[in-house]
């Protein structure tokens, strides 16, 4: 057994290789070096039927790969298998701009081989990796599946199965409920070691979204926990199409890996041809030694990144009219909106759904021509908005096509996605554009792309309203087809960037259902869920600190009238855990609650640092219910030099929170309740009234 061994900050990096050339991946953090065993020192035992536990452990892979002509280990459960060849043939270490990469090479069958790259930038908290797939034979090979990330051998403390040791953490998706953590023992999903320790009575828990949706059902991170030395293992998939993430029992061990929905997923298919690459999603992967958020943070590090080369300066506000209007947005509405507007330095001001057809939202989308009876002349409009001190902005969903528009009738369906020959249809009303095709390239880049710059909009709210489902025509597999699909959409977000630098674009998918690195990466911000004016909107926000950057997640405060001090400020500071979304009837407030609101902006307006550069924990004892939450939370996100903590009270059952903080840090600014008290070394919110909210800025 050969070990290579890298230190990249806090992590550790074995690469171990056996005598026969396989080859697999160990992270573990740098603090807990002295607790790796060798388990394979330890021969296997003689089979007894009747031992408690008999031995049993191999190695792992670099990379899982299956291409059909090979056996499966396993139908039916899962298309990893440990016993296909895998042999190392190099390894380079590459230093340049700042970065250290891995590069593994190692040959498969069939005259392919995959490329494997581990990449750490310095001051970011994660790894990234690559696995690309290069077939160098002489035939045409079909892949149907192939590995992102890969982490066998969990964990690598123990000489035995380690009951009752493990925990996973999974994050579920859903519409105005995004990011609801999940915590189950290995136990729990029957993934423990069966008695005679053979391979194929062992289980498997795979899991993911299927087609255009990829945070519906989940987001695309997972955590592996060792409740006994306290280490976490973290993975995200950066993939805008199907994926899939695979727990495995193999042996003593557990086998923690994901990439593209496979052929047994989602029917995954792919034809490379002699000299072709393919590379599959790129993923991140973490390991701490303290916990969960920590976990999480050193995650979501590697989508700054991208962020700092897509977004904007600070974090600055904006106004979406949507909640003002329900659909019904006009010129006049606008102008005014901007006037009341300018007391609250808001920077983008956002017409939404319903400009294409007076009063028809989203019907009739497709020819993206402004309605004159309701915007007589939108470039005048913004011009007026940008001398008040704003971008205007605008909402476009168009990457489809609804019933009521010319292009979506028959004449133009050669233009669109069909499944089986047949157009694909969401709701009986929505039709997807074909992002392939240059002739939907070339009519979106006039009715798009050339519409934003001749009418001057510098923000851009792009949506995205209904699910394709698991695959589309066109390509060797309807899934295939889908990934092919989704990567040019991804890629006319590029485009926009491109053609019209300075412009700010927002992903938007009925809210948050397309909130993965692969879109982010492409967009300044994100909004955080559809969820308008509901209680949960904090709950759900909190939720995605452990799953995308706070600068950019835009979250929605709706305001009216109506809403007493409270309420005001329940919905002002849910704000304070992202990016602010303000709409709602603004110009009908009374001068008390536009004061509230005046103090709110002001407070986020010293944020910028701790939401950019902190790392959060969430604190107190809210319920498992999103809809109806109790208990109280609060959520701490801290920089070196400022602590931001924002608290809501729900429902009922609330409790006293205490927060222990480092001595010498002294309020610098607050919002809201009364109920938090700072002392030198700690936090403490109490006797909090239900649907009451709070928030201090801390400095030393």
Known sequence: ?????????????DYYIEDDGNVSLFLYPASKADLVLQPWAEPEAAFDPAAKYSHGWKLGKLVHVHMIGQSVASPGFTLKTFDQPLKFISQRLIEEDGAQSVETLVELEYGCRALHMLTYRAGLGGLETKTVFMNEGTDTVKLDMLSSFCLDNLTPFYMDDAPNTYRFHRFYGGWSKEGKHVCQSIEELSLEKSWPGWQTCYNNERFGSLGSYPTRRHFPTAVFEDTKTGVFWGAQLACNSTWQMELTRWDDALSFTGGLGDREFCGWEKNIAPGERFAAPTAYLAVSDEDLFDCCANLTDMLKPAWRAYGEEGIPTSFNEYCATWGKPTQEKMLAFSEELKQYDIKYLMIDAGWCSAGQEQSGNGEWLIDKSIFPDAKAMNAKIRANGMIPGIWIEFECTTAGSKMYEPE??????????????????????????????????????????????????????????????????????????????????????????????????????????????????????????????????????????PAQSLIWCVVHPEDDKDRLEYSLAATFLGRVCLSGDVIKLAPWQKAVVKDAMEFYGKLENVICNGRSKIYGNRSDCMRYPAGLQAVVRKTDDEILVVYHAFENDLTDVHIEIPAGFKVKAQFGSENIHVTDGEVNIKEAKPFTAGAVLLGR
């Open 1 to 13: 057994m050969q070990i290579k061994t890298y230190s990249f900050g806090k992590t550790m990096v």
């Open 412 to 549: 133009y369906d050669h233009m669109h996605l069909t499944r089986d020959s047949v157009v694909v249809k969401a709701w009986n009303r929505r039709t997807f554009w074909d992002m392939r095709r240059k002739d939907v390239n070339d009519y979106l880049n006039e009715r798009v792309i050339d519409f934003l710059r001749d009418n001057d909009f510098g923000y851009l709210k792009v949506d995205y309203n209904h699910n394709i489902g698991a695959g589309v025509d066109g390509a060797e597999s309807a899934a295939e087809g889908l990934r092919q699909h989704l990567e040019c959409s991804r890629d006319f977000f590029v485009r926009i960037k491109e053609q019209i630098p300075g412009i700010v674009i927002e992903n938007c998918a009925s809210g948050g259902n397309r909130n993965e690195p692969t879109m982010m990466g492409v967009s300044a911000v994100s909004s955080f869920s559809d969820a308008h004016e509901s209680v949960e909107i904090p709950y759900i926000a909190a939720n995605l600190h452990n799953l995308m950057l």
